[in-house]
Nanobody
Framework: QVQLVESGGGLVQAGGSLRLSCAAS????????MGWFRQAPGKEREFAAG????????YYADSVKGRFTISRDNAKNTVYLQMYSLKPEDTAVYYC??????????????????WGRGTLVTVSS
């Protein structure tokens, strides 16, 4: 059973930065594709970023491309989401996701095998 625990959320002003972390345990981390989804109040959960098991390939939603960077450290079983130039519309609960296949912009939330409980990011204007 994979367990995913997010951290790093909080309150930040528009234009600021945050780094989210997701620590994984259970199945071998190095064979899992990882990703971040987010869910704003009153909206559906949406893809934000994904990374292949090796870290060689990354995927981003158009809304975060150029501002967010996903990375992973397989030695630490951790995936990161570095967020720059945050906007009020980035306010959401951010969820870590793990999948034996790939996590891309075409991956629906119902297609993800494992979820963390989420961490709240609030961007004030």
């Amino acid at each position: 059973q994979v367990q995913l625990v997010e951290s790093g959320g909080g309150l930040v002003q528009a234009g600021g930065s945050l780094r989210l972390s997701c620590a994984a345990s259970g199945l071998p981390f190095s064979i899992l594709a990882m990703g971040w989804f987010r869910q704003a109040p009153g909206k559906e959960r949406e893809f934000a970023a994904g990374i292949s098991w090796s870290g060689a390939v990354t995927y981003y939603a158009d809304s975060v491309k150029g501002r967010f960077t996903i990375s992973r450290d397989n030695a630490k079983n951790t995936v990161y989401l570095q967020m720059y130039s945050l906007k009020p519309e980035d306010t959401a609960v951010y969820y870590c996701a793990a999948e034996k296949g790939a996590i891309t912009s075409a991956t629906p939330p119902e297609g993800v095998d494992h979820w963390g409980r989420g961490t709240l990011v609030t961007v004030s204007s």
